[in-house]
C-alpha cells in the first residue's frame, strides 16, 4: 500500500468519526503538527506513529513486504 493511502484511510477514518486532529493529536499522543504534516501527505511518520494514531481511531497497521522478481 503506497503512503498516500494509508494517508488518506486514516483521515477518512478520523472524519467518520468526526473527531477533530486536535483531539486525535491529543489521545494518540502525537502532536497536532505532525498529524497535520502526515494528513497533507508532507509528513514522513515512523511506524510507531502511525500505529499510535491507527490504534486510536481503531484500526491496525499492517505491513507486507514483497520481494523483488529474480530472473533466472
Known amino acids: 500500500m503506497h503512503f498516500?493511502?494509508?494517508?488518506?484511510?486514516l483521515k477518512a477514518r478520523r472524519e467518520?468519526?468526526?473527531?477533530?486532529q486536535s483531539i486525535l493529536a491529543?489521545?494518540?499522543?502525537v502532536s497536532l503538527r505532525t498529524l497535520k504534516q502526515?494528513?497533507?501527505?508532507?509528513?514522513n511518520?515512523?511506524?510507531?506513529?502511525l500505529a499510535k494514531l491507527a490504534k486510536?481511531?481503531?484500526m491496525e497497521v499492517s505491513l507486507q513486504?514483497?520481494?523483488?522478481?529474480?530472473?533466472p
Open 56 to 58: 486510536t481511531l481503531g
Open 38 to 43: 502526515i494528513e497533507s501527505g508532507k509528513g
Open 4 to 9: 498516500n493511502n494509508i494517508t488518506i484511510q
Open 45 to 49: 511518520p515512523t511506524l510507531e506513529t
Open 26 to 29: 491529543d489521545l494518540s499522543g
Open 16 to 20: 467518520t468519526l468526526q473527531v477533530t
Open 65 to 71: 513486504l514483497k520481494s523483488p522478481q529474480l530472473e
